[in-house]
Nanobody, 121 residues
Framework: EVQLVESGGGLVQPGRSLRLSCVAS????????MAWFRQAPGKGLVRLSR????????SYDDSVRGRFTISRDNAANTLYLQMNNLKPEDTGIYYC??????????????RGQGTQVTVSS
């Protein structure tokens, strides 16, 4: 059974940082592309970043490029999202997602339960 467990969310002031983690189990993590999605209040799901199985290929949505960094530790079956210079519009539920293959062009149908991030002064 695929399990994706996110953590690290919380309430933070604008301009501060947070690091999200996602521990994966139930599949071959080191052979699978991964992604982070966000759902803001009242809005649809947005894919923020993708990373290939070995980390050699990465992409970002324009809204987070230069502020967020995706990474992974295949030995620990863990995906990360370092979020710097957070803005109020970054508020939402953050989900990690499992790809259907190793490349970032994979689909990402399986997501975790999410972790809430609130950026507010």
């Amino acid at each position: 059974e695929v399990q994706l467990v996110e953590s690290g969310g919380g309430l933070v002031q604008p301009g501060r940082s947070l690091r999200l983690s996602c521990v994966a189990s139930g599949f071959a993590f080191s052979r699978t592309a991964m992604a982070w999605f966000r759902q803001a209040p009242g809005k649809g799901l947005v894919r923020l970043s993708r990373i290939s199985n070995g980390g050699g290929s990465i992409s970002y949505d324009d809204s987070v490029r230069g502020r967020f960094t995706i990474s992974r530790d295949n030995a620990a079956n863990t995906l990360y999202l370092q979020m710097n210079n957070l803005k109020p519009e970054d508020t939402g539920i953050y989900y990690c997602a499992k790809g259907t293959g190793w490349h970032i062009s994979s689909d990402y149908p399986d997501r975790g339960q999410g972790t809430q991030v609130t950026v507010s002064s």
